[in-house]
């Protein structure tokens, strides 16, 4: 059977089920939007036109069924049809985020196998891929013969951190990613009408669950701007200016989210977040329904969720929300150090099995022996490494950790792979490197010991990470030691380094307030820091803080002073002394627009705010 391009008509069961459903949309609402990005709309009908388009190049290439296809672009409607041409040509897509280091997106593809990417010719060049494909807005019609695909084909390959200095991939079946797509649909009641978001990188799989059930529903993707999907105010304003209905945001920008003011009114009716510990719960009478998520790469995105209720207001809630239950398709299973299953409420590792299980890691047959295994009911099984308990209901509270892996801002990684990149350094002898701080003020901080003579800077250290790791792996901080602190038994005392990574509260010499707005910047942003105090002329990311923090404190500023501080302002004044003089100049462009009565009641909120303008030194 021959599919003619434009023409998705046909036997649809022997293409993958990911296509055939885009396929079907495509079929029965062509005119119907599909991908908006910006001022740019691209219809069902134009979506698979490009797409089969893809799929003939990669074809003629020698793209054939299971072949990885390198995907590499940015948020956006070319991102979505590279994919799915990659997927109607039988082949497996490699996601690949360009803004990550050159020497990085190399390594996954040489350890991938793909020797084709879809990507623009500016990235193509700075891998020095050996071909590739680009998207085009103006196809020409070709006739296209699908391949005929199983469940157990792969369908996509991820990059997660991995201990030996270099990223590992993850193949995940077509079975797992229609078992996501079932779920999804069905549980959130997706149709045509829906219009959600794709605010994940390409990088992370979280853009997997975003994509796929919405195309298979004939849904609308937007793609909001890379300023905005950081910001949680701006992200509020276009998720109600697109009238988006439902959108998943990571765990940090989500806890900002909610405690923003939404109109009653608003389209949003559901927010899904996932990737770290939710710590709060929204407060009543948000529009939109909260659901807390709990997956992993190696398990298709999505393996537990359960709605979160609003806070008591009479007395609070006193536990973290659950990470809710299993969907179907997935199995879990708590153990003991012995692997035997515990009873409810039992602290123990997680297992994971059933459909949505990966195929393993890409040439780690060690790794993958230990991670992964067949039950004695045939399951495909993995080795989480989180602690957990199981509810009676089968709902999962987590506990953390069984390793030295972290979360830094919902992702996870590898320690040791960052380590193995400094130790590369040609004048390091040795690194260590730990998470400090609490929630959303996590960071990393490295310490290194320089080989004798002329030890590296730290300078010099934090851009050569930067060419080497993607940014979310970048240490905030990079001290030299002349030596790293050992236990008894002789091994990396990293609890001490952790103790010294938080010892910032006892910083010397650090410069003091010297009037109110300056007192309440600096009161701010230690809370926001989860620090005691700062001085005035520190700066808020090298202590500690990114983008999501710098958010909050944005939120923070703006409800202390009543005046609206984009994120842009904490960027360019990271220092309390440089936000005073940006809050005195955005309360003076305020008021230069206030009237009188207006004036007489900012004043007075002013002062209430103030106690009456007593302050303790």
């Keep these: 059977m021959t599919l003619i391009a434009g023409d998705p008509n046909g036997v649809y069961e022997t293409v993958s089920g990911m296509v055939a459903r885009v396929a079907i949309a495509a079929h029965d609402q062509p005119s119907a939007l599909a991908v908006a990005s910006r001022d740019r709309q691209l219809s069902y009908g134009e979506l698979w036109l490009r797409a089969l388009a893809v799929a003939a190049e990669l074809r003629e290439s020698g793209v054939s069924r299971g072949d990885a296809v390198g995907l590499c672009l940015p948020r956006s409607q070319e991102l979505v049809v590279g994919a799915l041409g990659i997927l109607a040509a039988g082949g497996c897509y490699v996601a690949l985020d360009p803004s990550y280091p050159d020497d990085r997106l190399a390594f996954m593809l040489l350890d991938s196998g793909a020797k084709t990417v879809v990507t623009t010719p500016e990235v193509a060049a700075r891998i020095e891929a050996p071909h590739w494909v680009e998207p085009t807005e103006n196809p020409v019609l070709v006739p296209v013969e699908p391949v005929a695909l199983d469940p157990g084909d792969s369908a996509y390959v991820v990059y997660t951190s991995g201990s030996t200095g270099q990223p590992k991939g993850l193949v995940i079946e077509h079975a797992a990613v229609t078992n996501l797509i079932d779920w999804h649909t069905d549980a959130f009641d997706i149709t045509e009408a829906d219009r959600c978001a794709l605010i994940s990188s390409p990088g992370f799989d979280a853009s997997v669950w975003e994509i796929w059930p919405t195309l298979a529903a004939g849904a609308s993707l937007h793609v909001p701007p890379e300023a905005v999907k950081t910001d949680p105010i701006a992200l509020r304003d276009w998720l109600l200016s697109e009238g988006i209905t439902t959108t998943f945001v990571p765990t940090p920008l989500c806890e900002a989210l909610i405690a923003l003011d939404w109109p009653a009114s608003a389209p949003l009716r559901v927010i899904l977040t996932g990737g770290d510990v939710l710590h709060t719960h929204p407060r009543p009478g948000l529009p939109f329904r909260l659901v807390n998520n709990y997956g992993l790469s190696e398990a298709a995105v999505v393996s537990t969720s359960g709605s979160v209720e609003p806070a008591d207001p009479a007395c609070g809630n006193a536990e973290l929300p659950t990470l809710g239950s299993a969907i179907p398709g997935v199995d879990l299973t708590v153990i003991d150090a012995d692997g035997q299953p515990v009873p409810p409420n039992t602290p123990g590792e997680l ?145 001490m380094l952790r103790e010294r990574g938080s010892q910032l509260a006892g910083r010397a010499n650090l410069t003091v307030p010297r009037n109110d707005v300056e007192r309440s910047l600096s009161d701010i942003a230690a809370d926001v820091l989860w620090l005691p105090t700062i001085g005035i002329d520190e700066d808020f990311f090298t202590l500690g803080g990114h983008s999501l923090l710098g958010a909050q404190l944005s939120i923070r500023v703006g409800e202390r002073f009543g005046i609206e501080v984009p994120l842009r302002s904490v960027f360019e004044n990271p220092t309390v002394a440089e936000m005073a003089v940006e809050v005195e100049r955005l309360l003076m462009a305020d008021i230069e627009k206030m009237s009188a009565d207006e004036l007489l009641q900012a004043a007075t909120s002013l002062d209430a705010c103030d106690g009456g303008g007593s302050h303790t030194e």
């Excluded at 960052?418 to 040795?430: K, T």
């Excluded at 050569?464 to 993607?470: I, S, V």
């Design 351 to 495: 297992i994971v099995g059933g459909i949505s299980v990966a195929r393993g890691y890409l040439g780690h047959r060690d790794l993958n022996s230990a991670k992964f295994f067949v039950n004695s009911v045939g399951q495909r099984c993995y080795r989480t490494g989180d602690l957990v308990r199981m509810t009676a209901d089968g709902e999962l509270v987590y506990l953390g950790r069984l390793d030295d892996q972290v979360k830094i801002r919902g992702v996870r990684i590898e320690l040791d792979e960052i380590i193995a990149v400094l130790d590369q350094h040609p004048r390091v002898s040795a690194s260590a490197v730990v998470a400090v701080g609490n929630n959303g003020a996590r960071h990393l901080s490295a310490y290194v010991v320089g080989k004798p003579g002329r030890p590296p800077g730290t300078a010099e250290l934090h851009q050569y990470l930067c060419q080497r790791l993607p940014a979310h792996m970048v240490p905030a901080d990079c001290t030299v030691l002349a030596e790293l602190p050992t236990t008894a038994n002789g091994k990396v005392d990293r609890k």
